[in-house]
């Protein structure tokens, strides 16, 4: 059974982030580009969700992917649902980022 992919607005916030600082040293073209195939990883998590590490340290559930070398995308799989909570670029600290205190 396919899940639907819902991005919360904590992670599209994220990726608007992301745009805006890709845009403006590399050109909205490339920016553009790395955050569709970032959300075209999202996405292809309704077929395949527990591809993912889990993270229980951080939250109960929480599930870790990596996009290339710079991004982690922190989901959380539900009955019919897969929720994006976070796409944080550049190694920032995903326990901070979800609220539960470093994760390094």
């Known amino acids: 059974m396919a899940h ?3 991005f919360a607005p904590e992670a599209q916030a994220d990726l ?5 600082y890709l845009a403006e040293r590399a050109g909205p ?4 580009a ?3 195939r970032i959300e ?3 996405r292809g998590l309704a077929t395949f969700p527990e591809r993912g590490s889990r ?8 599930r870790v992917i990596g996009v290339g070398r710079r991004v982690a995308i922190a989901y959380h799989i539900g009955a019919e649902t ?5 796409a944080l670029y550049g190694g920032r600290d995903l326990g901070a ?6 994760s390094r």
């Open 40 to 42: 075209t990883t999202c």
């Open 29 to 32: 073209e490339r920016a553009l």
């Open 97 to 102: 980022a979800l609220g539960g205190g470093s």
């Open 55 to 62: 993270r229980d340290d951080i939250r109960p559930g929480l």
């Open 16 to 20: 608007i982030e992301l745009y805006d």
């Open 4 to 6: 639907r992919v819902v």
């Open 34 to 36: 790395y955050t569709e």
């Open 82 to 86: 897969v929720t994006i909570d976070r």
